[in-house]
């Protein structure tokens, strides 16, 4: 048996909400990761075993490892289908926005869903929900956005009705967001939800593999390349990766490549906190993610230097400059965050 995690009364309401719609867009935040697209597509499966019509809707292009998923194909991107996309938002009975805590993660489709008229549900793992919608399902203790998911359809009377495709999707999400169950999954209860799933004909080492041995031969050159110029600081227990644009072009970059790169660091012993600066293609800044071990928070050191913030964790943000100086930035993180960093325990 599970515990209840999600409010009754919320799980209510939306119930509530359901008899009446129709129409349903469930919405992921920019630069979807296998959480975004694993929660959205699972809870689009259930949904359409519903018989309602419903349209998942993400700001941009998610990586080539998320491409297998059931139901990804449906998947409409914002910044190529603007149009149509909104005129789905404006149309929509209700709104899901799923694994984002804030209005700006979904980039230029926040206009259209501030401005939309369907009730808005919020299902999601992050700290400090902004309140943009009229439910909010955020409880940071769970690892991932589909694990709540999964959650919340059984809480309502439907674990029958999970399809394989949508075991799939949740699957997926949990994993990713747990890097392969290797971190934040420590709850016992991960692994009943992961035997649910398993009852439902997913096969778990075969999304393993799907999601994380199907990288391109370029891929593991610049993986190479990225931890020969690594920069570690013994002092402070934390190590630097980086990538430039120029370096994206030389080794064939495409979206996702570098995805997991910023924990390889944290395989060194001693290392608690590892940074991953990247250069962005699209816009002028710097992207960063954060991750560490233990109770070193990179959600703070991300929303003090970085604009940024996330989870304890596994945290990220943007720098608006050079990569040159987004080194220095964290050069002088790391300065000011030294103590904690060499804190017992
Ligand atoms: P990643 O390093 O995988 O891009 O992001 C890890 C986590 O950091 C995300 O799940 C999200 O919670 C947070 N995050 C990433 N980028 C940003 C950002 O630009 N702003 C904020 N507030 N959080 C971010
Ligand atoms: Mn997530």
Redesign the pocket.
Known sequence: MLSKVIDQTKIDRFTRWLEHAEKIVIVG?V?P?G?AIGSSLGFYHFLETLDKTVNVIVPNGFPDFLKWLPGSRDILLYDRYKEFADKLIAEADIICCL????L??IDSMADSIQAAKGKKLLIDH?LQPEEFCDIIMSYSHISSTSELVFRLICRMGYFSDITREGAECIYTGMMT?TGGFTYNSNNPEIYFIISELLSKGIDKDDIYRKVYNTYSESRLRLMGFVLSQMKVYPDCHAALISLTKKEQGQFDYIRGDS?GF?NIPLSIKGVILSC?LREDTERPIV?????SVGAFPC?QL??EF??????LN?????FYGTIEEARVMFAKALEKYKPLLNAKG
């Open positions: 935040h630069a990761d959480d694994d984002f805590n804030a700006n993660r992050h967001d995805e910023v991953f992207k960063i993610s954060l991750r959600n991300a929303a970085f604009n940024g913030g996330g989870h596994a945290s990220g943000g943007e």
